[in-house]
Nanobody, 125 residues
Framework: QVHLVESGGGLVQAGDSLRLSCEAS????????MGWFRQAPGQEREFVAA????????FFGSSVKGRSTISGDNVKSTVYLEVNNLSPEDTVVYCC??????????????????WGRGTRVTVST
């Protein structure tokens, strides 16, 4: 199993942007897709974004669509998430994930094999 390590969380102001990073501990077998979920206390994991290395397509969940970018480096098994115009509703733990079935769908967390421990983002007003 691949270990994923996130970084870039912390305290930010409403309206700010943030950039999260995720790096796989192993350079192989990270699968064709890497992505991000987020989870608020007491709630289910929510799909945020995914990138499919084979064709470069990106996918976004409704909570960040239109104000986020996912990118990365397949060779380095690294994926980045940038979210703009943050609000207090974005105060959650963001988790990196990898290796779902390549054809998708990607919004179901149970279909993803690899997970990071998460990085907490707190948005203050």
């Amino acid at each position: 199993q691949v270990h994923l390590v996130e970084s870039g969380g912390g305290l930010v102001q409403a309206g700010d942007s943030l950039r999260l990073s995720c790096e796989a501990s192993e350079r192989t077998d990270t699968g064709d897709v890497m992505g991000w979920f987020r989870q608020a206390p007491g709630q289910e994991r929510e799909f945020v974004a995914a990138i499919r290395w084979s064709d470069g397509q990106t996918f976004f969940g409704s909570s960040v669509k239109g104000r986020s970018t996912i990118s990365g480096d397949n060779v380095k098994s690294t994926v980045y998430l940038e979210v703009n115009n943050l609000s207090p509703e974005d105060t959650v733990v963001y988790c990196c994930a990898g290796d779902p079935p390549t054809s998708g769908p990607y919004h179901t967390p149970q279909r993803w094999r690899d997970w990071g421990r998460g990085t907490r983002v707190t948005v203050s007003t």
